[in-house]
Nanobody, 117 residues
């Protein structure tokens, strides 16, 4: 069982920055991935960025060059630094934990990010 707690969402103007943080607790096994997904009203949840326990990263094309994902394994924490924010980045951002090769998938409660024009 894994619990994920996000923080760092808020309201910013276009061009601004935010940093999201997610702290994972429980049984964190080897070869896993922590990441961020987002969902806007009326749209499907989409991948933003992920990072595996061995450091492999993956980004959505829409955020490449603007967002940076990192993790601190000793603290079971994943961070998302978001720069040059755009109004289309507005969404609820969810932290996610997956076990590679196992049907295990956990979600945080979500944190609202709103970018004004």
């Amino acid at each position: 069982q894994v619990q994920l707690v996000e923080s760092g969402g808020g309201l910013v103007q276009a061009g601004g920055s935010l940093r999201l943080s997610c702290v994972a607790s429980g049984r964190i096994f080897g070869l896993n991935a922590l990441g961020w997904y987002r969902q806007a009203p009326g749209k499907q949840r989409e991948l933003v960025a992920t990072i595996t326990s061995i450091g492999t990263t993956n980004y959505a094309d829409s955020v490449k060059g603007r967002f940076t994902i990192s993790r601190e394994n000793a603290k079971n924490t994943v961070l998302l630094q978001m720069n040059s924010l755009k109004p289309e980045d507005t969404a609820v951002y969810y932290c996610n934990y997956k076990r590679i090769g196992v049907v295990v998938d956990y979600w945080g409660q979500g944190t609202q990010v709103t970018v004004s024009s």
